[in-house]
Structures are given as C-alpha cells and as structure tokens.
C-alpha cells in the first residue's frame, strides 16, 4: 500500500507548474500571488550586521496581528494593512527587549519556537530567512551567504525553520544537511520528505572555530568547554595542543554555548563557536581558528514555498527521494537509469521507511526473512530541463513506488576557501 504520494504522477510534470498560484491564508484570508522566480545571488548589502537590526526584525516578526476583518470597525483596512505594511491599520503586541544588569546593551530576543507559529504576520517586501539557531550560529553565516540582503529569523529547531516557511513566516529556509567530517544531518532529510517546501539553491560554508571566555579570563583558568558535540570532536586535538586539561560538555549549539557563558557570567567556562558569536555576546577570542581539520565544510540547501525554473546556461543539481517494494536489486537499476545517461550522483543516503519497516518476505526452504525498508535520496547533475534528466526520471519511475523531486537548483560555484587554523 503506497502511503508517500509525489506532488505530481510523473516526475517531468515538475516543469509543467502553472506560472503563478493563488493561495489563500486564513485567519485573514486575504489572497496573495505568487509568482515563479529564479534565485539568485545579485544582493549587496549586508545581512544582519547589528544586534539592532536582529532585535527590530523580531519584534515585527513575533508581533500578533489583533484586529480582524469581522470585528474591524474600518472593515476592510486591516486586510491592506497587514498585506501592504501598514502599521496604522493593525494593532500589534511588541515585544519587549530585555536588558541585562551590567550595561544598557539589550539582550537578544529569543529564536522563534512552536508556541510563535501563529498565524501570519505581516508580509513585507524584504526576503525573509529562517535559520535554526541564535545570533552568532554557523547557519545564519549560511543565510548571510546566501541572501545577503536578507532578514534574519532564529528558531530554535529545524522543525520550526521548515513552518516559518510554510506559513509565511519567513520566505526563505537555509538549512544544514551534511558536514564533511560529521556526515549527514539526518533529521533535516527526514524533514524534507515530511514536509512540502522546494529546494532552490544550495551554499557550502568552511566552518571556522574560536575558543570563546568572558574578557579577562585566561586560559589556565578554565574547567570547562561547552559546545554542539561535532565542534566538541573537530577541536579534540586543538584543545590539547593549547595544553587545556577541562571538562568537555556537549550543548545545543555552538552560538548558544556562547550566549550561556555571557548570560551566566561564567568565568572558568569557555565556548566553541564562531567569532561573531564573540562580537554579538561580549566574549574575548581565546584561540582563533582551532579546528583540527581546515577542510571543514557544511553544505546547507535552501527551501522555498515554490521551486524555480530549472535552467541549462549554468551548473544545475537535483534532489530526489524514492522507494520501491521488491528488494535492494531494483536500487541498482535505478542507478543505471542515471550512469547509461553518464549522469554523475553526487551523494546516495538511505533512510528508515517509516510508514513501513520491515518487509517480509517467505521463502518455504529457508523461512521467513525480515528486511528494512528504506527510502533513498539522491543528488544528481543535471537540470530538470535537460532532456537526459526527465528520461532518467522517467525511467526511475518504472522501478519504484514513490518518487519526488525535491528540487532543481544551481550547484554552489563559489570559489573554494578553507578555514586554516593558526599557530600560536
């Protein structure tokens, strides 16, 4: 029984979508066009670059639209208001900014969670990118790279960086799913799959650590070093070279390890993190650059409400996802739909089928046999609207029982610069 069903019956029907859509948002039901756009890199400006910028965004953005069209006295200004900014025309809740005790800098607001996906808020002109994370994290370096005239939104998981984007939180979503030392980021290929948003370009950042303290501490001093447990084990070797006999303590990360020892004052307790991390919660740089490997890199997609044109006049990659039902034999007949068409994979991953485990299979001489069920996602290079990748396609198709394509989009052709650590 096919529980998955694709977006479309054939995977060549992804270039047949209508040019633009009418979507109807409620509570405020008002009708937004969108129309199809291809993404690109032509922004100058820069992305997020002050504490004030951040907290003015989260304001408008965790700020509830009050007033309804039902129960508006001047009945149909709300509707503009809220569609075309219009601060008169809405009654919003701001949310205060907090201060700390030792200085008059305001603190950060918190990253959006679960309980802020209410409905839409305001919908402005400027793009809008999620990203999971506080201030300061490798992935809103990620967004910066990709939208640098962007605006900025921190959730605190990937779950809510997927919502935002589906309910018009945010316009953008980029987020990390491979590291070259850690591997795949597994839940984001699992949220992929359970959720409906495109993959519309991808951005590959070198990952860059720092040894983070409150200004002041010296390095002898310290019990302690916190961070997300990948830059725990990318520092290993740095961190006994630097001759720091500490406690290593894993935490959500690496720019909330940072945020943690600025907000508790924490002077025998260092971060791992980023040097923006240091510049955005009033931290010292300890140690500048203490990855073990320079080559460490994070290739983050970025997700759209709608995919873009596919094109041939630059490099293009592909995402899909399938599954079938009559054993592993079939995964090498859908490999060969791509190597006779001398298509190159870039990345094969499987993941656990979780509408349907195990598949059993009964054999009267050897018994009965128990195998996983898998899906599988696959990276190719090629356009979608290249002729030797809808054939590809449609002759995948043949062999499984589901098939989506998750996006077609611009390979990262940015030049390669990585992350070298320095010697003290």
């Known amino acids: 029984m096919q529980t998955l069903t694709p977006p479309c019956a054939n995977p060549i029907n992804y270039l047949n979508r209508p040019s633009h859509s009418v979507i109807r948002?409620?509570?405020?039901?008002?009708?937004?066009?969108?129309?199809?756009?291809?993404?690109?890199?032509?922004?100058?400006?820069?992305?997020g670059a002050t504490r004030?910028?951040?907290?003015?965004?989260?304001?408008?953005?965790?700020?509830?639209?009050l007033s309804q069209k039902e129960d508006s006295p001047a009945g149909d200004s709300n509707a503009a208001g809220v569609n075309g900014n219009n601060a008169a025309a809405t009654n919003l809740n701001?949310?205060?900014?907090?201060?700390?005790?030792?200085?008059?800098?305001?603190?950060?607001?918190?990253?959006?969670?679960?309980?802020?996906?209410?409905?839409?808020?305001?919908?402005?002109?400027?793009?809008?990118?999620?990203?999971?994370?506080?201030?300061?994290?490798?992935?809103?370096?990620?967004?910066?790279?990709?939208?640098?005239?962007?605006?900025?939104?921190?959730?605190?998981?990937?779950?809510?960086?997927?919502?935002?984007?589906?309910?018009?939180?945010?316009?953008?979503?980029?987020?990390?799913?491979?590291?070259?030392?850690?591997?795949?980021?597994?839940?984001?290929?699992?949220?992929?799959?359970?959720?409906?948003?495109?993959?519309?370009?991808?951005?590959?950042?070198?990952?860059?650590?720092?040894?983070?303290?409150?200004?002041?501490?010296?390095?002898?001093?310290?019990?302690?070093?916190?961070?997300?447990?990948?830059?725990?084990?990318?520092?290993?070797?740095?961190?006994?070279?630097?001759?720091?006999?500490?406690?290593?303590?894993?935490?959500?990360?690496?720019?909330?390890?940072?945020?943690?020892?600025?907000?508790?004052?924490?002077?025998?307790?260092?971060?791992?993190?980023?040097?923006?991390?240091?510049?955005?919660?009033?931290?010292q740089v300890l140690a500048d650059g203490i990855q073990d490997d320079p080559n460490n890199v994070t290739r983050f997609v970025m997700l759209a409400r709608e995919p873009i044109i596919p094109r041939t006049d630059r490099p293009f990659k592909t995402s899909i996802v399938f599954a079938h039902d009559k054993g592993t034999s079939v995964l090498f007949k859908v490999l060969s739909a791509f190597a006779f068409r001398n298509i190159s994979l870039t990345k094969i991953e499987s993941r656990p089928h979780r509408s349907r485990p195990i598949r059993v299979v009964d054999d009267e001489s050897e018994g009965t046999a128990k195998h996983f069920e898998y899906l599988f996602y696959i990276d190719f290079e090629a356009s979608m609207a290249e002729v030797r990748a809808q054939n590809a396609l449609a002759e995948v198709q043949e062999f499984t029982s589901f098939l989506r394509v998750l996006g077609s989009y611009p390979i990262d052709m940015t030049p390669w610069n990585p992350s070298c650590p320095r010697e003290d």
């Open 94 to 283: 701001l949310v205060p900014v907090k201060h700390d005790g030792s200085n008059s800098k305001p603190l950060p607001p918190k990253p959006l969670s679960i309980t802020d996906l209410s409905p839409a808020p305001m919908h402005g002109s400027q793009l809008r990118v999620a990203y999971q994370g506080v201030p300061g994290a490798y992935s809103e370096a990620a967004a910066g790279k990709a939208y640098p005239n962007g605006e900025a939104i921190p959730c605190d998981q990937f779950e809510v960086a997927f919502q935002a984007v589906e309910l018009w939180i945010a316009d953008r979503a980029v987020l990390p799913v491979e590291n070259s030392l850690g591997g795949s980021i597994h839940r984001n290929y699992d949220l992929l799959l359970r959720h409906r948003l495109h993959i519309v370009g991808e951005v590959q950042l070198p990952v860059h650590h720092c040894l983070l303290a409150l200004p002041g501490v010296r390095k002898e001093f310290l019990t302690r070093v916190i961070s997300h447990p990948q830059a725990l084990a990318q520092c290993e070797h740095s961190l006994t070279k630097l001759g720091l006999n500490v406690a290593r303590e894993a935490v959500d990360d690496t720019a909330g390890a940072a945020e943690f020892v600025a907000t508790n004052s924490l002077r025998d307790t260092a971060a791992i993190a980023s040097a923006r991390a240091a510049e955005l919660y009033g931290l």
């Open 52 to 65: 004030t910028d951040w907290q003015s965004l989260n304001v408008i953005l965790t700020s509830k639209v």
């Open 25 to 47: 948002i409620a509570p405020t039901r008002l009708r937004v066009k969108c129309d199809y756009g291809l993404d690109t890199a032509g922004f100058s400006q820069g992305f």
